[in-house]
């Protein structure tokens, strides 16, 4: 091989290390956001009243209806 092409390759495999560092880092940041997002989900989930409900927006969010001590029946029988 000629210097040319060993710089070539050189570099070719630089820039793709670098490229795979800086994907591990986002992708192991990525998963760091959606454990600790699902963490405080279940957190919440357990502190809510009986008889509440939730709708799970995946990315967009959650919404709770916080229900009251009745249960599912709404009080009547």
Excluded: N
Aim: proline share 1%.
């Amino acid at each position: 091989m000629d210097s040319v092409t060993t710089a070539v390759v050189t570099m070719a495999g630089a820039v793709i290390t670098a490229m795979t560092t800086i994907a591990g880092g986002w992708l192991k940041a990525r998963v760091q956001l959606r454990r600790s997002r699902e963490e405080s989900r279940q957190k919440h989930v357990r502190t809510l009243p009986t008889g509440s409900r939730i709708i799970d927006l995946g990315e967009r969010g959650i919404i709770i209806e916080v229900g009251g001590k009745e249960g599912r029946a709404g009080g009547r029988r």
